[in-house]
């Protein structure tokens, strides 16, 4: 995996973030979702590794990037430490400026970044992603049957960690590594494994249900926007629209207009159509 790409440890401050870079021309950082690491991005970077300078973590907590000890609201894990730890490590390798894709939950610290950093992101891309209040104010009995997941990992009374770490094979069931690509697999799978993963995973949640939405009430109420054009990428067999529209949804937090395509493939996109997800970021990034 990844030919060309360069692996290294980098620390950022608060955490140490494992991160492949590679390529040349304009900077991209592209953000995994839950339960993956930055190997679910191995038949997308190189494609766009030939036009552009490509940037792919490991989110803290995930991977064999590092997390901080638990803070009061799960702080450590809010997206906007997440979206803080990208624009450290971007300075750190020599950029400023730079776009920003992210996929299920790295699309959420693909969005704070933007937000919180609007001098710094070129443009964004979401794969999969609302903002998290978004998903909350419009919580019912549909969307916590589908998405009931949110609520197991995000619940603090019982907490998740001692069911999946029993058998985290039984709990994730992840696709074959043919489906994957065995490398991804093995490092997705080896990840799984880790007790202090799973912590991180579930404490990605609990920040979700907690912190990030009142950063995301925040942010409505004094009107911030997101400045940067933006293209958001919806999988044709999943359910991003089990609210309505999703471009109808995010239009309100962009401050210029949305462009939304679709991509046939299932949830996880890179995996399962990386030409038409690489062939669609790279072709936003130079039209915008």
């Known amino acids: 995996m990844f030919d060309g790409f360069q692996l290294d440890h980098i620390d950022v401050g608060e955490v140490t973030l494992r991160v492949r870079h590679g390529g040349a021309g304009t900077p991209i950082v592209l953000l995994h979702g839950h339960p993956r690491t930055h190997t679910t991005w191995h038949e997308v970077a190189p494609r766009l590794a030939a036009h552009h300078f490509v940037v792919t973590p490991d989110l803290r907590g995930y991977g064999r990037s590092t997390l901080p000890p638990d803070e009061p609201e799960h702080a450590q894990s809010s997206k906007r430490a997440m979206a803080r730890d990208v624009v450290r490590l971007m300075e750190h390798l020599g950029h400023d400026r730079f776009a920003v894709a992210g996929h299920d939950r790295g699309s959420v610290a693909a969005f704070r970044a933007a937000m919180d950093h609007p001098a710094r992101v070129t443009h964004l891309v979401v794969m999969d992603g609302l903002p998290p209040v978004e ?76 912190i990030d939405r009142r950063h995301d009430e925040e942010d409505r109420a004094a009107g911030r926007q997101v400045r940067c054009p933006t293209l958001l990428l919806e999988s044709a067999e999943d359910d991003l629209d089990i609210h309505g529209d999703p471009a109808a949804i995010w239009a309100p937090w962009l401050a210029l207009p949305l462009r939304h395509q679709v991509i046939e493939s299932g949830h996880h996109q890179a995996e399962q159509a990386p030409g038409p997800v690489a062939a669609a970021i790279h072709d936003f990034l130079s039209t915008t």
């Open 135 to 210: 998903h909350l104010e419009r919580t019912d009995a549909t969307f916590a049957l589908a998405w009931w997941h949110w609520w197991f990992l995000g619940q603090t009374d019982k907490p998740a960690e001692r069911v999946i770490s029993a058998d985290p094979d039984a709990w994730y069931r992840l696709p074959s590594p043919a489906e994957m690509g065995h490398g991804n697999h093995d490092d997705v799978r080896a990840a799984l494994r880790d007790p202090a993963v799973v912590h991180g995973m579930c404490e990605d949640y609990r920040a979700n249900l907690r």
